[in-house]
């Protein structure tokens, strides 16, 4: 952004988002990507007539991501049954205090250990009986051979690509309810998105203000998806969030004359095509 700024002979702090606060960043930022990850799980919780208190939620990876993401569900009523991070796991059947679990992991550099709970690995965690699983660590967790075991009723991917294509195919033959990345992990770029905003508005809202209009977008954005998934004669969750995001693009260049012109400019080379 200094650099930038330095380039342009003024402050364009909107070049860049996630900044600290003292120089443009948004309020809410940091538990944008988790936040907006409870609110659709919360969404698809209600459509699919499962109560969210008590539901068991399991949470792959205890980063910023998951840490938070655990931490919302907790106050939604969700009991937390297991975490696991890169160093080991924790399970209690009962369920655990997401908050306690953090300090417990800042002191001790792993979630392993916590009182009460017992030992848990990755895959055991991603095959647990639970109501809700959050992969929130690394890509290409839940493959084929993992998905065949997946118990959860609702999969909501905090994580950057965390299911395999084969691993997807197999969740949803199960009729497993996937909320894909690009939906489940979009807040935190929603919040960027804001920090742009306000950046050129040159006035900063609140934590609550951001919040609110990072719920209003998550809940719309989800419905949106449910309703081309039906649209599309039942398609997977991942399918119907690309064809919203497709018919967005498509709609925009229609409106704007390109639509036809692309399909003139196409039309030779699909011609020249062999059969």
Not at 112 to 135: A, H, M, N, Q, R
Request: glycine share 10%; with cysteine; net charge positive.
């Amino acid at each position: 952004m200094d650099e930038f700024s330095r380039y342009k002979g003024y402050n364009e702090f909107g070049v860049i988002t996630g900044k600290p606060l003292i120089v443009g960043g948004s309020a809410g930022r940091n538990e944008a990507t988790a936040r907006g990850c409870a609110i659709v799980v919360r969404e698809a919780a209600k459509m699919l007539g499962i109560p969210l208190a008590g539901a068991a939620v399991a949470v792959q990876g205890f980063g910023n991501a998951g840490s938070i993401v655990a931490r919302l569900l907790h106050e939604m009523g969700c009991r937390i049954v297991a975490v696991v991070d890169s160093t080991g796991g924790a399970f209690n059947a009962a369920g655990m205090d997401p908050v306690k679990l953090r300090d417990h992991k800042t002191k001790t550099g792993s979630v392993k250990g916590f009182p009460g709970s017992k030992p848990i690995s990755s895959t055991e965690l991603l095959t647990l009986d639970c109501d809700i699983l959050v992969p929130a660590a690394l890509e290409n967790q839940i493959t084929a051979s993992v998905a065949g075991q997946v118990r959860a009723k609702i999969v909501a991917e905090a994580a950057n690509g965390p299911t395999t294509p084969e691993g997807d195919r197999i969740l949803n033959q199960k009729g497993i309810f996937v909320i894909p990345d690009i939906l489940a992990s979009a807040g935190g770029v929603t919040v960027s998105y804001f920090e742009w905003v306000q950046n050129n508005m040159g006035y900063y809202w609140t934590e609550e203000e951001v919040n609110r209009r990072l719920e209003e977008i998550m809940v719309r954005g989800f419905h949106e998806v449910v309703a081309m998934r039906k649209l599309g004669r039942d398609v997977d969750m991942r399918l119907a969030a690309y064809m919203v995001a497709v018919k967005r693009v498509a709609e925009a260049m229609e409106v704007r004359g390109w639509l036809g012109r692309a399909a003139r400019l196409a039309a030779p080379r699909a011609e020249a095509l062999p059969a």
